[in-house]
């Protein structure tokens, strides 16, 4: 009974979300009303313990938010300034074969935005330029949002794994961390490396004039070459330097070396590849709206990527423990507000390290892009504008989000949460199928949410819970969790209506969840199997509690 009346507010975000179609924000605060009464009622949690654990999660989201808010203003900055459309027409001049520019553009491109800024901008912003490039625009839609996946778990500066961390108490637990990231980026770096040659193989399949694999395998070496120059890097970054931007710098060293191989020719296949002449495309792939072209600008391509530069640059030089400006940030007053036994709870400390934030610098980079980049007022104030429209719905469903996982999570006098109860019950089907399910409640959690720091918010708790009841490794599942919540992100309602609106194809994202399922299912069995197989050979850095 108690376990059913646990799973309850998380059942009726999921039915309002897919069923009746309510935006995220309305569901989760309709759950979260749920969770405090289930806790007032049949936990034994005290009205006070509810509203301080409420709180505590509301705060929590302020981290996660600042973040968002400074990635989104970056970008909106950027386009603003013009700099968005100089890097685009840069890119339109570097090989005109089609699998080539979706490698670079889809794959290269949109693993940089990912990394910089996240929450969906990557196939909003990656899409317009495929079909500038000469995409049909249900391709573009296709290509992007189905690349936008291996990047995800590290983006908007590790931003999702920082979540699930800081959900699970576990944020400055090293060695829970070290091996959290050590096996997301191992499977992402192996399935990775062969995703654009997937991806090809999709676009040559359904959108090409040979309705063949043949074109794709052609140019199978670039593709690799492509994977490789990404997947090894972010293993690196990961590995010895940090997660954080495990995305970001991998993505550059990949956009270097694919740009570089292709103006040489290196591995790039003789014949050059297109869809033909647009008026031979089926109608399904065309748009059925006009959208506005971006606008031409005559920036400089070096000074167009400044912001981006800058980014990269103040994260490394912050993240790096042995030059002291870490440890400075982080040290206490005046560069971290806290709160300790919050409304007299000695277990809710709460604390907000705002100058060591990667929001806080993303913010520092766009107001020194309004002067370098020489904006007038009303692009300056364009650009806040749209941020703060486009973050408001994220705002409100991230605050609820993590007021309810914090509710979720509260052990009561006898020393269990719902969360507690959820975790046994799924603990029932037993080690084996619970590997198998692991990636897969990830991945539920980013489609309907449309985000995979959403899903680690929600699911992160039980799926380490059942871990520990199961004697699972916890760092193993919540890895599968986190990579379960990327991948989502190819199937997401929220990402494929943004990629749609973009490039005029609004009402056709039924359409492309359904094609995306199938890179979504390789990945996801993939990500399974690799764990089987790691489990099998007896590799168990144990169970952190």
């Not at 309850?8 to 897919?18: N, Q, R, S």
């Not at 520019?101 to 794959?107: L, N, R, S, T």
Request: aromatic share 12%; hydrophobic share 55%.
């Amino acid at each position: 009974m108690l376990a059913l009346l646990a799973f309850l507010p998380i059942l009726a975000t999921l039915i309002l979300m897919m069923v009746f179609n309510w935006p995220a924000k309305w569901c989760l605060l309709i759950s979260l009303v749920m969770a405090v009464l289930f806790g007032f009622f049949f936990f034994d949690i005290g009205a006070i313990a509810l509203l301080a654990s409420t709180l505590y999660g509301m705060l929590s989201s302020i981290e996660v938010l600042v973040i968002i808010l400074g990635a989104i203003l970056v970008m909106n900055t950027m386009k603003a300034s013009g700099a968005t459309a100089a890097i685009n027409r840069g890119f339109m001049q570097i090989c005109p074969d089609k699998r080539i520019q979706a490698c670079i553009v889809g794959f290269c491109f949109c693993s940089f935005i990912e990394g910089a800024a996240g929450f969906g901008t990557p196939a909003a912003l990656a899409g317009p330029l495929l079909v500038c490039l000469g995409f049909p625009p249900m391709a573009a839609a296709m290509i992007t949002l189905v690349f936008d996946s291996t990047a995800v778990s590290y983006g908007a500066v590790g931003t999702p794994m920082t979540s699930g961390l800081n959900v699970l108490g576990l944020g400055g637990n090293e060695e829970f961390i070290s091996q959290f990231s050590f096996w997301t980026t191992l499977p992402h770096a192996i399935i990775g490396t062969f995703l654009p040659l997937i991806v090809l193989m999709m676009t040559t399949k359904f959108f090409g004039k040979e309705k063949s694999f043949k074109p794709a395998l052609e140019a199978a070496p670039f593709a690799l070459l492509t994977g490789l120059s990404f997947t090894i890097p972010l293993m690196l970054t990961s590995t010895f330097l940090s997660y954080e931007f495990a995305s970001l710098l991998a993505s550059l060293v990949s956009l270097a070396i694919t740009v570089v191989a292709a103006k040489k020719g290196f591995l790039v296949p003789k014949k050059n590849w297109d869809f033909g002449d647009s008026s031979e495309w089926d109608k399904d792939w065309l748009a059925t709206t006009e959208v506005s072209p971006i606008a031409e600008s005559k920036m400089s391509l070096f000074m167009a990527w400044v912001p981006y530069i800058m980014i990269a640059l103040i994260l490394v030089i912050t993240r790096i423990p042995q030059l002291g400006i870490k440890g400075l940030l982080t040290g206490g007053a005046p560069f971290v507000i806290k709160v300790d036994n919050l409304l007299g709870f000695d277990n809710l400390d709460w604390s907000l390290k705002w100058a060591y934030l990667p929001g806080t610098f993303f913010i520092l980079v766009a107001l020194i892009t309004n002067l370098i980049h020489k904006m007038d007022r009303e692009k300056v104030k364009q650009s806040w504008k749209d941020t703060l429209k486009q973050i408001s719905g994220a705002a409100l469903a991230l605050l609820f989000g993590l007021a309810l996982v914090e509710v979720m999570k509260y052990k009561n006098a006898d020393g269990f949460s719902m969360m507690d109860q959820m975790a046994k019950a799924l603990a029932a089907v037993g080690k084996e199928l619970y590997v198998f399910i692991a990636p897969f409640i990830g991945v539920l959690g980013a489609f309907v949410s449309g985000s995979a720091t959403v899903s680690m918010n929600l699911f992160s708790n039980l799926q380490f819970n059942t871990a520990t009841v199961l004697n699972l490794p916890t760092a193993f599942i919540i890895s599968m969790q986190c990579i379960g919540a990327a991948v989502g992100n190819m199937v997401c309602i929220n990402n494929a209506v943004a990629a749609s609106a973009t490039i005029g194809i609004s009402g056709k994202e039924g359409k492309i969840i359904k094609m995306n399922i199938i890179p979504m299912l390789i990945y996801t069995l993939l990500t399974i199997a690799f764990f089987y197989i790691v489990i099998a050979l007896g590799i168990n850095p144990g169970v952190i509690k």
